[in-house]
């Protein structure tokens, strides 16, 4: 699996440069920034990313964001110290997660959240299912941390 990490302060600049390093991270991964399923993608990093600055800062003074793909599928993660799991029912989410379960759905994929594997905080992940055609530009680059 090939993954990407980039590690952000949890201040309002956070969604830019997590937008930015998605964009690049998608383009390593062979997916062009232009395309309908790397919109929907970046959509979903900046909805992750400011629902950590809106509800998680003042736990944790930054969030790693991931973006892992390989088997077909991508990963986004956006992962906290703030120990408070969201409820996910469709009745309890905002209008964000609502249009990130949205987008996820229509790429195949769903949203979660897990306790983080230090116990200290929390991971958001939402997944897709890489679209046919562009299965076979997705190119395993390595794996690189920022």
């Known amino acids: 699996m090939w993954r990407r990490i980039l590690t952000v302060p949890l201040e309002p600049e956070a969604v830019r440069l997590a937008r930015e390093d998605a964009t690049a991270a998608l383009a390593e991964y062979g997916i062009r920034p232009d395309s309908a399923f790397a919109g929907a993608v970046l959509l979903v990093v900046s909805e992750l990313v400011a629902n950590a600055v809106r509800h998680a800062a003042e736990h944790s ?24 799991l969201p409820d996910l029912s469709p009745e309890a989410v905002g209008d964000g997660l609502r249009t990130v379960a949205d987008l996820a759905a229509a790429y195949g994929g769903s949203i979660g959240a897990e306790r983080d594997a230090r116990g200290c905080g929390k991971v958001m992940v939402a997944r897709f299912r890489v679209p046919d055609e562009l299965g076979t530009t997705g190119r395993r680059v390595g794996s690189r941390a920022r």
């Open 61 to 84: 003074p930054t969030a790693d964001v991931t973006v892992a793909a390989g088997a077909g599928q991508l990963v986004i993660g956006v992962a906290d110290r703030d120990p408070r």
